[in-house]
Nanobody, 122 residues
């Protein structure tokens, strides 16, 4: 069982930056592919980015590529999502999730965190 915890909740203005962190409880994260997803009110959970076990390969949703960067530091047992130039439409609950492979479908991820709220508003 992999328990994940996201951190980095924020209320930010448009154009701001925020780094989210995802860390496991009681296990090492380097055995898992980690994905970030988000869910806005009234919308389905959508793929943001995913990273392989070593951190050498990443994949992004096209709408976030260039603004968001996923990375991992296995020595610190943490995966990050750096978000730049935030927009009001980025407002959502952000989740990290663990899987065996780099999927974009949230249904393919077995382990999930509780989520962290990011609100972008002027």
């Amino acid at each position: 069982q992999l328990l994940l915890l996201e951190s980095g909740v924020g209320l930010l203005q448009p154009g701001a930056s925020l780094r989210l962190s995802c860390a496991p409880s009681g296990r090492t994260i380097n055995s898992y592919v980690i994905g970030w997803f988000r869910q806005a009110p009234g919308k389905v959970r959508e793929f943001v980015a995913t990273i392989n076990r070593s951190g050498s390969t990443t994949s992004y949703a096209s709408s976030m590529k260039g603004r968001f960067t996923i990375s991992r530091d296995n020595a610190k047992n943490t995966v990050y999502l750096q978000m730049n130039n935030l927009k009001p439409e980025d407002t959502a609950v952000y989740y990290c999730a663990g899987s065996a492979n780099m999927y974009r479908n949230p249904g393919a991820y077995t382990y999930w965190g509780q989520g962290t709220q990011v609100t972008v508003s002027s």
